[in-house]
């Protein structure tokens, strides 16, 4: 009887592989770090765009609760995120780097709208 490939695998060497790497990546050991608390989602996923697309893991807690009821946040501490223990030093820079740029963009947008205003 041959063998049947999920719909995801069309060749064996493509799926072992894709297996190999499942497994791989289940059987690693991460120490999580807590970073901070978001109260609303969407800072949460700016955030964690950002740190991703610069090789940090992120994880979090409570994002699927809050999401569903937002109302929650404060009673549960807000969506709390997580990076792996060896990425911490990295995260805090780039958080730091991230949350001035912000800064200095809102301070720009204020300025634009007040040489409006004139």
Not at 41 to 46: A, F, K, L
Not at 96 to 116: G, I, P
Request: net charge negative.
């Amino acid at each position: 009887m041959p063998r049947k490939y999920n719909r995801f695998c069309t060749k064996k060497s493509i799926c072992n592989d894709f297996l190999y790497l499942y497994k791989k990546t289940m059987n690693e050991e991460i120490n999580w770090v807590f970073l901070r608390s978001f109260v609303w989602p969407h800072e949460y996923y700016t955030l964690q765009a950002f740190l991703e697309s610069n090789g940090v893991r992120v994880s979090f807690r409570d994002e699927l609760i809050i999401n569903i009821d937002p109302f929650l946040s404060n009673a549960l501490g807000g969506i709390k995120m997580y990076v792996a223990e060896e990425d911490y030093d990295l995260a805090i820079v780039l958080s730091e780097e991230f949350y001035e740029k912000r800064l200095n963009d809102n301070k720009d947008a204020e300025e634009d709208t007040e040489e409006d205003k004139e």
